[in-house]
């Protein structure tokens, strides 16, 4: 079994920076493209970015310029440095992982993320 384990969220003002992490563990051979995805209350889970394991990312428009993902091959960990947040950044941050052989991704269990204005 494969698990992706989510943390640093929390609560910051506006302006303010975190850092997520996620961490994958188990029967892993090959960790390929990873991701971060939201979803704020009453609305649909949205792709935030993504990193494949060469490095190649891609950004939501909301977040570009603001938001940087990367990844650690080694230690099987993908990373979210998100920095000037705003309110409208609140919600639950979720990654997924494509994993070995896999079509369909796996998902940790999400972190809260709490902007104050």
């Known amino acids: 079994q494969v698990q992706l384990v989510e943390s640093g969220g929390g609560l910051v003002q506006a302006g303010g920076s975190l850092r997520l992490s996620c961490a994958a563990s188990?029967?892993?051979?090959?960790?390929?493209?990873m991701g971060w995805y939201r979803q704020a209350p009453g609305k649909q889970r949205e792709l935030v970015a993504t990193?494949?394991?060469?490095?190649?990312?891609t950004y939501a428009i909301s977040v570009k310029g603001r938001f940087t993902i990367s990844r650690d091959n080694a230690k099987n960990t993908v990373y979210l440095q998100m920095n000037s947040l705003k309110p409208e950044d609140t919600a639950v941050y979720y990654c997924?992982?494509?994993?070995?052989?896999?079509?369909?991704?796996?998902w940790g269990q999400g972190t809260q993320v709490t902007v104050s204005s």
């Open positions: 990193i494949t394991r060469g490095g190649s990312t």
């Open positions: 188990g029967s892993i051979f090959s960790l390929n493209a």
């Open positions: 997924n992982a494509y994993v070995n052989t896999d079509y369909v991704p796996k």
